[in-house]
Nanobody, 125 residues
């Protein structure tokens, strides 16, 4: 089992940047693939990015490709989401999630067993 805690959210102007962090408890972090999801006001939760256990493969939603970068540091039990060129439509609660399918790039919430509490990102125009 793993517990996840996100941080780094906040209010930023359009065009700005934020880096989200997700710290995981336990010594088995490297056994999990990790994903970032978001849920905007009145919207369904959607996949943003994912990364395999080693960091060797990544996935990005089309809406964030070229602007967001997912990475992980297994020594620090942390996964990151660097968000650049932010747009008002990126406003959402961002969640990190862990999947036991450590070599897969899951894009659906059902593939992830563990979730953080979320961190709010608000992008003003």
């Amino acid at each position: 089992q793993v517990q996840l805690v996100e941080s780094g959210g906040g209010l930023v102007q359009a065009g700005g940047s934020l880096r989200l962090s997700c710290a995981a408890s336990g010594r088995t972090f490297r056994r999990y693939a990790m994903g970032w999801f978001r849920q905007g006001p009145g919207k369904e939760r959607e996949s943003v990015a994912a990364i395999t256990w080693s960091g060797g493969s990544t996935y990005y939603a089309d809406s964030v490709k070229g602007r967001f970068t997912i990475s992980r540091d297994n020594a620090k039990n942390t996964v990151y989401l660097q968000m650049n060129s932010l747009k008002p439509e990126d406003t959402a609660v961002y969640y990190c999630a862990a999947s036991t399918r450590y070599a897969s790039l899951g894009t659906t919430a059902s593939e992830y067993a563990y979730w953080g509490q979320g961190t709010q990102v608000t992008v003003s125009s």
